[in-house]
């Protein structure tokens, strides 16, 4: 069987390292892969995001239309 070949470059150290040899994918190493879970944990990745989605979002309680959320009339006619 023909080993596969892909050279990538760590997302991490951008190290040239074949795909298919390391353990830790995306990453070269477990040291690279650890370090990206650090920035995770840490919260240092955002995902931006357009105006101010607190401003943009009302919840209302009160206005829940149950035919929606398919809860429907639990009751016969005759029992109401």
């Known amino acids: ?3 596969q070949q892909l050279e ?3 997302p991490n150290c951008k190290k040239k390292f074949n795909y298919y040899d390391s353990e830790h994918r995306p990453f070269c190493t477990e ?3 650890m370090i ?3 920035h995770w944990w840490n919260e240092s ?10 401003s943009e979002m009302v919840i209302d309680e ?3 239309d149950e035919s929606d959320q ?4 639990f ?3 005759e029992e109401q």
């Open 31 to 33: 040291r690279c892969k």
């Open 45 to 54: 990745y955002t995902v931006p995001v357009k105006g101010n989605p607190d």
């Open 70 to 73: 398919g809860f429907g009339n």
């Open 62 to 64: 009160f206005e829940i």
């Open 1 to 3: 069987m023909v080993k």
């Open 36 to 38: 990206d879970m650090g």
């Open 75 to 77: 009751y016969d006619d």
């Open 8 to 10: 990538v470059k760590c």
